[in-house]
């Protein structure tokens, strides 16, 4: 996401290519009705209308949707950028810190007013996008306002009712975040479905069902797409980094199983993905 400024109000049902995936970008979710299981980083959120999640993005994460079941979600994606000048001058950088302190934080709301007050807001928003993009500056400013609104809105929220100690959970989910966990300390080793079960002491047929189960995806596919955010944050942080050590440092077997991986699932190489993320930067200062 290039974008500084993305927003999707009310969204129907899901793209077969969403994958467990990472972003620059701050994220605010907005369940709003049917059937979702939410993954963040190691965590797991059966969500219920109301419900809110706010993530600073580079944690992996992806929605787990029943087949053929409604999915119904708002979403705001946006770089801390646009607004940290206006938040400055009213004193309210506060206003971002849940995204810098907690990187993820699931807000339960049960659909009560102030829900349907910030649904409002982002409705209002979405047009206004529109009218942005096309230039006009009253638009721009209102859109940089209704963000701060927003934000102001989910700070409220969360103090009453933010939950970052999830709820107590079933055996199932207990295990695929101790499965999740586990990867993401262990990411640059050389893991298998066989050595993750010896280390969890966990059958192998019950390690790769439950946590597929519960999260949509297979053990490989999460411990490559813990590999793959770890590459892209070396590429960006580290520009002297060469490709052979970041690839070594994320777990990859090879630097050409690296490259052929990250243009995959990126669309770019890495070369591309870092004098792009570099120029994106530069702008931005």
């Given at each position: 996401?290039?974008?500084?400024?993305?927003?999707?109000?009310?969204?129907h049902?899901?793209?077969?290519?969403?994958?467990?995936h990472?972003?620059r970008?701050?994220?605010i979710?907005l369940?709003?009705a049917?059937?979702?299981?939410?993954?963040?980083h190691?965590?797991?959120?059966?969500l219920?209308?109301?419900?809110?999640?706010?993530?600073?993005?580079l944690?992996?994460?992806k929605p787990?949707v029943?087949?053929?079941?409604?999915?119904?979600r708002?979403?705001i994606?946006?770089?801390?950028?646009?607004v940290?000048?206006l938040?400055k001058?009213?004193?309210?950088?506060y206003l971002?810190?849940v995204?810098?302190?907690l990187h993820?934080?699931?807000?339960?709301?049960?659909?009560?007013?102030?829900?349907?007050?910030?649904?409002k807001?982002?409705?209002?928003?979405e047009r206004?996008?529109?009218?942005?993009?096309?230039g006009d500056?009253?638009?721009e400013?209102e859109?940089k306002?209704?963000?701060?609104?927003v934000?102001?809105i989910i700070?409220?929220?969360?103090?009453?009712?933010?939950l970052?100690?999830?709820?107590?959970?079933?055996?199932?989910?207990?295990?695929?975040e101790?499965?999740?966990a586990?990867?993401?300390?262990?990411?640059?080793?050389?893991?298998?479905?066989?050595?993750?079960a010896?280390?969890l002491?966990?059958?192998k047929?019950y390690?790769?069902?439950?946590?597929k189960?519960?999260t949509g995806?297979t053990i490989m596919?999460?411990?490559?797409?813990?590999?793959l955010?770890q590459?892209?944050?070396?590429?960006?942080?580290?520009?002297?980094?060469?490709?052979?050590?970041?690839?070594n440092e994320?777990?990859?077997?090879?630097?050409?199983?690296?490259s052929?991986y990250f243009?995959?699932k990126?669309?770019?190489?890495a070369?591309?993905?870092r004098?792009e993320?570099?120029?994106?930067?530069?702008?931005?200062r």
């Amino acid at each position: 996401m290039d974008q500084p400024l993305i927003v999707n109000y009310r969204v129907h049902g899901i793209w077969d290519n969403v994958d467990y995936h990472s972003h620059r970008e701050y994220e605010i979710y907005l369940f709003h009705a049917g059937s979702c299981r939410y993954l963040i980083h190691n965590q797991i959120y059966d969500l219920n209308p109301g419900d809110i999640l706010l993530m600073d993005g580079l944690a992996l994460h992806k929605p787990n949707v029943p087949p053929n079941s409604e999915y119904v979600r708002s979403t705001i994606h946006f770089s801390p950028e646009l607004v940290k000048g206006l938040l400055k001058e009213l004193g309210a950088l506060y206003l971002l810190k849940v995204f810098e302190k907690l990187h993820h934080c699931f807000i339960h709301t049960k659909n009560n007013e102030e829900f349907k007050q910030l649904e409002k807001v982002i409705s209002r928003m979405e047009r206004i996008k529109l009218k942005a993009d096309s230039g006009d500056l009253n638009a721009e400013v209102e859109m940089k306002a209704l963000l701060i609104q927003v934000l102001t809105i989910i700070h409220r929220l969360g103090e009453l009712e933010s939950l970052n100690v999830p709820a107590e959970k079933g055996e199932k989910a207990k295990h695929a975040e101790n499965i999740a966990a586990y990867i993401q300390l262990n990411y640059m080793e050389r893991l298998s479905i066989d050595s993750i079960a010896d280390a969890l002491n966990i059958s192998k047929s019950y390690l790769s069902h439950v946590f597929k189960e519960m999260t949509g995806y297979t053990i490989m596919e999460s411990v490559m797409g813990t590999r793959l955010t770890q590459a892209k944050y070396l590429v960006e942080a580290e520009p002297n980094k060469s490709l052979k050590d970041i690839a070594n440092e994320s777990g990859f077997e090879s630097v050409s199983h690296f490259s052929r991986y990250f243009k995959s699932k990126v669309g770019l190489t890495a070369k591309e993905y870092r004098r792009e993320r570099l120029k994106i930067y530069s702008e931005e200062r």
